[in-house]
């Protein structure tokens, strides 16, 4: 029923041409075939329909599809807080807890592996003891000076940033197991791996070339 | 060769131990994201050459093996990587950076008014603010818009280093003696897809003091990375 009525908008449209270029005799006789940028059809040497090619104005760019919703999956602020802390059964829901609720959620059991991961835990380098240190911590965000020097740790600045040199598992290492002039458990406090196996460069973007 | 000796670690680990052997920094660092295409390898945020300027990068999909094809690696479109900067100490991003793949590039966003403070987010086309092409190994691409923001997507060489092995060995029980002098770098001949954004600091306005409770008088953003994915 509706190829019948398709055939006969066909019909119709086609006749009422005929009629049109039949009844016109002043024309060159090749209105059929005249190729306009305003026909509502690809023709000619036209890349899309009524634009490109010679005679028409340039295709628009195809418009990308930004749409939809998206839900988090990971999050991370300083380097391998939730590998280092985060409890079996409780790494994904740190994931997606957003940092203002991350204290809240975390802390104890942060303190509490802390507390497994080195018993003999009394204060830090930084002066922290346990309950400090894991409250800093779990609130999963990396400081960064809005001036001047930004490192994990160089010798004198403290968490005010972190570069690609930077050796940040000391850094985490000695924390956590160096008590509080870091020389305590010598053999737990540094990894012996200093540096990365590439070189970086000073200019954007900075990381290495892949392998 | 690097290659090599790392399969030959895992083999000589076991599985078991496969799990905690693969998961440092924050590669792997949670059974849900393990192996995805929305699992954050690092993050880093640090003045750029030009001092006005801050860089953020981000790291995903790390392990990615050495000499592979990086054609192989391949950025998810599926998948939005935002980058949250906090101005007061609420640990509520104030500005944030979206980006994500279309094509054979990668698009920037930075809304002007942050509504999107939560686990879930959408994309103002009209927020873009940049567009860079994915670089390969051989075609590196860089852009930059007319507010002096740089961007970058593509594989790179994975800039941690550990030793992740012996830290293993160590939390198995296996290593009284604690690390090795020197160690080994598990991480070396590894790549990662990094996103790097520079972004002139005038741009993020600046912070209040207060973050940290060992240097209060320091103006310090709160800056974090996170993956969504599309519904």
């Avoid at chain 2, 007061?88 to 500005?95: P, Q």
Wanted: negative net charge.
């Amino acid at each position: 029923m509706k190829t019948y009525k398709y055939i006969t908008i066909i019909v119709v449209i086609f006749t009422s041409l005929l009629f049109v270029q039949c009844s016109d005799d002043d024309d060159n006789g090749n209105v059929l075939g005249e190729v306009t940028c305003d026909d509502g059809i690809k023709n000619g040497d036209e890349t899309g329909i009524d634009c490109g090619g010679s005679a028409c104005e340039p295709c628009a760019v195809e418009a990308l599809d930004f749409s939809g919703n998206f839900q988090q999956e990971d999050q991370m602020g300083r380097p391998g807080i939730n590998t280092v802390f985060g409890t079996t059964g409780m790494k994904d829901a740190f994931n997606v807890t957003i940092p203002s609720e991350m204290g809240a959620a975390f802390q104890s059991s942060f303190e509490s592996n802390l507390m497994a991961l080195n018993p003999d835990y009394t204060t830090n380098l930084l002066g922290l003891d346990a309950t400090v240190f894991t409250t800093v911590l779990a609130s999963d965000a990396l400081w960064v000076a809005e001036t001047g020097v930004t490192t994990y740790y160089n010798g004198t600045e403290v968490l005010t940033g972190r570069n690609l040199t930077d050796d940040v598992i000391d850094v985490s290492l000695i924390l956590i197991f160096g008590g509080p002039d870091g020389s305590e458990k010598p053999t737990l406090t540094s990894d012996f791996v200093s540096s990365n196996d590439a070189t970086f460069s000073t200019s954007f973007p900075y990381v290495a070339s892949p392998f | 060769m690097k290659k090599t000796k790392f399969l030959a670690a895992i083999g000589g680990l076991g599985l078991a131990a496969l799990s905690v052997f693969l998961i440092a920094a924050d590669h792997i660092d949670a059974p849900a994201v393990a192996g995805t295409s929305t699992d954050i390898t690092d993050f880093y945020a640090f003045q750029g050459e030009n001092p006005d300027n801050l860089v953020f990068v981000a790291n995903v999909q790390g392990l990615l093996a050495p000499g592979q094809p990086t054609e192989q690696a391949i950025f998810d479109e599926n998948v939005l990587v935002e980058f949250n900067i906090d101005k007061t100490n609420d640990l509520v991003e104030d500005e944030l950076i979206q980006a994500i793949k279309r094509n054979d590039s990668m698009y920037f966003f930075m809304p002007t008014t942050n509504s999107q403070t939560g686990l879930t987010s959408t994309i103002n086309a009209a927020t873009q603010i940049g567009v860079v092409k994915i670089s390969t190994t051989t075609d590196v691409q860089t852009s930059t818009n007319d507010d002096g923001f740089k961007f970058f997507a593509g594989p790179r060489e994975d800039p941690f280093f550990f030793d992740f092995v012996q830290y293993g060995e160590i939390l198995a029980g296996n290593a009284p003696g604690g690390f090795n002098n020197p160690g080994s770098d598990t991480f070396a001949g590894t790549n990662v897809l990094s996103i790097v954004v520079e972004v002139p600091k005038s741009k993020l306005g600046s912070p209040t003091p207060g973050a940290n409770p060992l240097n209060p008088s320091a103006r310090l953003y709160n800056a974090w990375v996170e993956a969504k994915r599309k519904q």
